[in-house]
């Protein structure tokens, strides 16, 4: 049998999907929900997939191209959900089922890419392609270390590191998002304030109020999508 099923997936993971099947049983493998995020520009391109139940065991094998030059395609190299080098991949697909993962190297701005995923069984094949563009897709790992010290009555001095995962900061660097919370009067509030740096005073802060600090990261050029947000961390002035 020979079917062909044109999906749409919205959001930064994939633009579009291809299906096409290569089967000889009545019933074709589940669709794959491919997601592509990129944690570091520009080696750090992971396209992930969580592995549909089935009875058989199932193969992989994933190649990818540009979209101008489809004749030209590289081997990705597969990991499995657990292998160590996905310890700063902080967004694969929720599932409970075996999560598999495609490192794409050296992705180019302003270019069109196509990865293709065949999943074969003993029914058959299944390739499904997705497109995807770097300057869609980046999105850095959360801020680490943050830490809260009060240089003044009235002030929070907060203070950060870059993701580790970012390995080129000194030539893609990141700017960063403060939104810290409080309660008053019943009602949480929130204020947000963006810096290029690892460091940000907080002024004119109220005494006795407990604050929630989070950060999260983004690439300087507005690529993409700010990190998740870092986990919270509470501070508070003394009374004066």
Not at 46 to 60: G, I, K, N, R
Request: proline fraction near 9%.
């Amino acid at each position: 049998m020979f079917a062909m099923l044109l999906l749409c997936v919205l959001g930064a993971e994939a633009v579009d999907l291809l299906r096409i099947d290569h089967t000889t049983a009545a019933a074709s493998h589940p669709a794959l929900d491919v997601r592509c995020l990129c944690s570091s520009v520009p080696n750090g391109t992971l396209c992930s997939w969580a592995e549909p139940p089935q009875d058989t065991p199932l193969h992989y094998i994933a190649t990818y191209s540009e979209r101008l030059q489809q004749n030209v395609t590289r081997s990705c190299r597969l990991l499995l959900s657990g292998d160590p080098l996905l310890q700063h991949n902080t967004t694969p697909p929720a599932s409970t089922h075996k999560v598999w993962t495609c490192h794409v190297p050296d992705v180019k701005l302003l270019t069109d890419y196509i990865l293709n995923v065949t999943t074969v069984s003993p029914s058959g094949s299944s390739s499904y392609l997705s497109s995807f563009m770097m300057e869609d897709i980046v999105k850095p790992d959360p801020p680490v270390d943050v830490r809260v010290s009060s240089p003044d009555p009235r002030t929070l001095l907060v203070q950060w590191s870059p993701p580790p995962s970012w390995s080129h900061i000194h030539i893609f660097p990141l700017k960063y998002r403060l939104q810290y919370q409080w309660w008053s009067r019943g009602q949480l509030r929130s204020h947000q304030v963006s810096f290029e740096g690892t460091r940000a005073p907080l002024k004119s802060l109220v005494g006795g109020r407990m604050y929630q600090i989070q950060l999260c990261a983004k690439d300087a050029l507005s690529l993409g999508h700010c990190s998740d947000w870092s986990p919270a961390v509470n501070a508070s002035l003394p009374l004066v």
